[in-house]
């Protein structure tokens, strides 16, 4: 039997899963960071010289490696034009792939799904051929002659982009690989660059 307070509990289990699908159902768009953690995504740049700056955009969890890294570049080139500059050197630049696992459902009662959407526990997931990933737990048993379903377990990764940019003046020497003349970066990107809807 659910009681009242479980259907609360189902409830509020329900409006937060939809609200953060709903919240990372699109890719990030170029616009300045928002958020902190695992949750922030965007560009943000700290000046460390003159001339020399860290820029860094963190893309959410359905925005493609290609597109952060393309966005950080941009961002890059538009810095170095807001600054009064031509040309930027890529002194240093990284892409870090970050990865989280969330486990889901199983364990409290027939038809239940799990004590409030897999908010509670102790449990223990466990992998088996055939039937993937199930759950266990001491109260209401699992998968070995208990109650409840298996859990659903999925990992979800972010990606997010920095480089330090030294600025100048002028025409970049020819040949250096590192060196992007600004201009010509935000003319030949910025066509694919998504801003955010007014």
């Known amino acids: ?14 409006v937060a899963s ?6 990372c159902a699109t890719e990030t768009t170029y616009r300045p960071a928002t ?20 820029v860094t955009f963190a893309g959410n969890t359905v925005t493609d490696r290609d ?15 807001q600054n009064g500059y031509d ?25 239940f799904g799990g004590f409030g959407g897999g908010l509670w526990g102790p449990r223990w997931g466990f992998y088996g051929r055939g039937f993937g990933y199930r759950a266990w737990d001491p109260f209401w048993g699992g998968p070995w002659g208990g109650w409840g379903g298996g859990a659903d377990v999925r ?16 025409t970049p020497e020819r ?7 600004a201009r010509s970066v935000i003319d030949n990107i910025g066509p694919t660059v998504r801003l955010p809807k007014p």
Do not use: C, H
């Open 67 to 81: 597109v952060v890294e393309r966005y950080l570049l941009f961002r890059a080139a538009e810095l170095t034009v």
């Open 175 to 181: 040949g250096n690989v590192r060196a992007f003349n």
């Open 1 to 14: 039997m659910v009681t009242n307070w479980g259907r609360k509990a189902m409830v509020a289990a329900l």
């Open 18 to 23: 939809t609200t953060l699908v709903a919240a």
């Open 87 to 111: 040309y930027f050197v890529m002194a240093d630049r990284d892409t870090d792939r970050q990865a989280r696992t969330f486990s889901t459902g199983g364990g409290f009662g027939p038809g």
């Open 35 to 54: 958020g902190s953690g695992f949750n922030r995504s965007g560009y943000s740049d700290i000046r460390i010289e003159q001339n020399r700056f860290r």
């Open 155 to 170: 990992t979800v990764d972010r990606y997010e982009a920095s480089a330090e940019i030294v600025m100048f003046k002028g």
